[in-house]
């Protein structure tokens, strides 16, 4: 079934004046489709939240921010039918399409993170009816969506002093504007540190095997202004070695308790080469990215993908017919390899089992 399309004239903007990831409009959701940028620039009415699933699992939206406002708001796509249940079936439902939605990507914690608030909203809610209930987690969504916003500016904010002139910075997968509800959380530092005139150059890392640096990064950052270039993964020792890198900042998907960090596949690689060459390597994160719960980056799920995503590049198939695939959507690294991480509190600094928890006491 064609879904409608919403063309890139008529898609919104924010404030950095890039288009927005996720609105919602008139009681319905819409989302950039990422998987057709940087080329076609198209947004796509969900509705259903079959469909929603389906996106968030093909990537049309992704980011560990940008999924979580976006499970917010597929909740309430898979509940505006069912408002003329009574309220205790209703609250029921709530939860069985959260959970339900929630596993359409497993190693995020923030889809998780916007369900469960979801949820507990609903719960602890004294609405007297199912339609009444419907229209406070409207708001609920936006408030998830309008939090986002101003976590992620405030990681700019924090991490822009960072950011001295001329550095070079390395930052690898997409962390940027298109993965959350604005700013970014890597790219969060440049936006804040480029409005402030401050001169820098940007590295961005191709991101095999569906390249999210090459085709989401390099897109957003260009779009911006930015000074941006594009290398292959297998680059980064090379211009690490000729002293172009000063820094890393990379996002995140998840943070254990004691600050390891679960991100696109490859960062670790990024990570001990950063190590090598005595690079400051960087996590940039919203609370909502933190898991208490995990103590450890072991306990982390990692997600694998379809073999499709490694034996092909673009639409030519690259690989031998019949041969056997990993694809692990994601890597963690070990927080021994962290130099900082950015929050929206500020910068995080080692030990993080201790500094974390003191962060988020409150």
Known sequence: MSRPLIAHADIPRNRLNLPETIWWQDGELFLLDQTQLPLTVVGERQDDIEQVFASIKALKVRGAPAIGVAGAYGLLVGLRDHQQQPLAEFIKLIQQ???WLGEARPTAVNLKWALNRMVAYAQDCTADSSAALYEQLVQEAVRIHTEDRELCRMIGVHGAPLIKPDTGILTHCNAGSLATSEFGTATSPMYVAHSEG?????????????????RLTSWELQQAGIDVSLITDNMSAHLMSQGLIDMVIVGTDRVAANGDVANKIGTMAVAILARHFGIPFYVALPYSTIDFDMPAGSGIPIEERGEEEVTSFGARRTAPEAMRVRNPAFDVTPHEFVTGLITERGVVLPPFAENLKNQYSE
Do not use: S
Request: glycine residues 4%; without cysteine; neutral net charge.
């Open 97 to 99: 399409k959260a959970d």
């Open 198 to 214: 401050t001169a820098f150059r940007v590295y961005a890392d191709e991101t095999r095997p569906l390249l999210q640096g090459a």
